[in-house]
Every structure is written in C-alpha cells, then in structure tokens.
C-alpha cells in the first residue's frame, strides 16, 4: 500500500474527507478515544486512528474493494476457504472484510508492529470475530532478529518495514518463515495466504526449497510486489513454476492453482 509522503496534516484532512465521504453513504460514524469507530458498515466495524494512515487502508479495503476480486475468484474456483493467513495485517481491515466474506475460516492475523496489532485486536474485538490468532512477528526468509523502521516510502503504520539485525538486544520483533508458522500453528494447508509486507515478500522466494514448501500447500495469493527491490520476475517465475496461474489486480497479484 502506497501514499506519497504527506505527513500528520494530511492525514487529518484525510480523515475528514473520510468521514464526509462515509456520512454521504449513509453511514454510522462515532467518535472514539484516539480516533473514530465506523459502526457495521457493510456488516463489518472499523476503528480507525485519528492523525494515522488507517483511514488510507480503510479506503482501499472498504470503498476501493481492494480484495473483492480475491473473494470473487476463491467463489468462482470453488475453493473452500478454511484457513487463512494475512501477512502484514497492519489494522486488521483485510482480517475482518475475509472474514465476513468466509465467516467459518480459521484467520491468522501476522503483524511486526505492537501499535497496529492492538488496534487490529480492536476491530476484531468490535466485531466479535472467533477462530482468529493475533500473532505479533515479522514474516521473512528465515527466523531471525528484525528492527522495524520507518525509511520506506512514508514512514507511516500502513509502510513500515523491517531489517534483520544481529542480535536480540537490538530486535524490535522475532520474524518466523511462512514454514514455521506452519508448524508452530499446526496448519497443514492454507487456502488463502494475503502477503502486504512492505518489500520483505523477495525474502519469502529466494530459497527454493523453503519456497516449494508453503507454495506446494497453498492453494491461492494475493501478494503486492513493492517494485523498489526488483523481485517481481523472481516472485512470477517462482508461482508459474509452482502450478500457479496469475492475474493482476490494482497493485495486487492474484495467484491460484
């Protein structure tokens, strides 16, 4: 996900055309402590932080309808979605819309940064979401030490990425690979992987032999290639190669066998 650099003001203006935005569609906005809480909007409850890039997210999630082609083509292949794992939930706003479009799936929500997986646990609290695991790690290549920065893109909650540092003292967060995850959750097979992982997704392909365990149980994708490190023809070869069949979707690429 991508906004130029704004800074605080803009998001604030934001916010506002938000909420305008959100009161022209009839819909119901209360304010709340830090923020704003958009109540049952399409059967789904958000809380959205004031002076944050949330309201950005929101908009891609909720008005944009970013992730309505993945659903529709999950329906359309007939795939039964029985679990999901959103890597780099930020908020939790892609949890909580898969869920509502597959209430009976198992969710596990991965996010590196403290702050947004409070607030994720909010909107899934607000709308009583059950089977979904709120993990507090970093996905990567391999297990490692990570340090969150906010050098990449904005700097903002919705664009923040990781470095692996060498020692603990110096970590901000544990990362775990995809195969790790796995084990530690006992998840046998993965109906939909959501990978938003602000650059860190070249990690997840560059070892093939890690690459071919998660892509072998995975039956569909939806990944953002962040093109500032070159890795979108490695990503594209590695899911063709794996029986994958792509297509393209606003910054998404959507991968199903």
Not at 18 to 39: C, Q, R, W
Not at 241 to 252: A, I, N, P, V
Request: glycine share 6%; proline share 2%; aromatic share 10%.
């Amino acid at each position: 996900m991508y906004v130029h650099p704004t800074g605080k003001i803009n998001n604030l203006i934001h916010s506002r055309f938000l909420v305008e935005k959100l009161y022209g569609l009839k819909a119901k906005v209360k304010k709340a402590p830090n923020g704003f809480i958009v109540e049952d909007f399409e059967g789904i409850s958000s809380f959205i932080r004031k002076n944050s890039s949330d309201g950005y997210v929101f908009k891609q999630i909720f008005l944009d309808q970013e992730y309505a082609p993945l659903v529709k083509l999950l329906k359309k292949n007939n795939i039964k979605v029985n679990t999901i794992i959103d890597c780099g939930a930020n908020v939790g706003y892609t949890t909580t819309y898969l869920k509502n479009a597959f209430p009976a799936a198992k969710i596990y929500c991965v996010e590196p940064d403290v702050e947004n997986l409070a607030c994720a646990a909010k909107n899934t609290e607000l709308n009583a979401l059950h089977a979904t695991t709120l993990i507090n790690k970093g996905i990567w290549g391999k297990n490692a030490f990570l340090k969150i920065t906010k050098d990449f893109r904005d700097g903002e909650s919705w664009s923040l990425a990781l470095v692996e540092v060498a020692l603990e003292k110096d970590a901000d967060v544990y990362a775990i690979t995809i195969a790790q995850l796995m084990k530690e959750y006992q998840i046998t097979e993965i109906d939909v992987l959501k990978i938003d992982i602000e650059g860190a997704e070249r990690y997840l392909f560059e070892d093939e032999a890690d690459a071919s365990f998660f892509l072998s149980k995975t039956k569909c994708i939806a990944i953002e290639i962040h093109d500032e490190f070159n890795s979108r023809e490695m990503i594209m070869i590695t899911l063709v190669k794996h029986g994958f069949t792509l297509q393209q979707s606003g910054e998404l690429i959507l991968a199903c066998k």
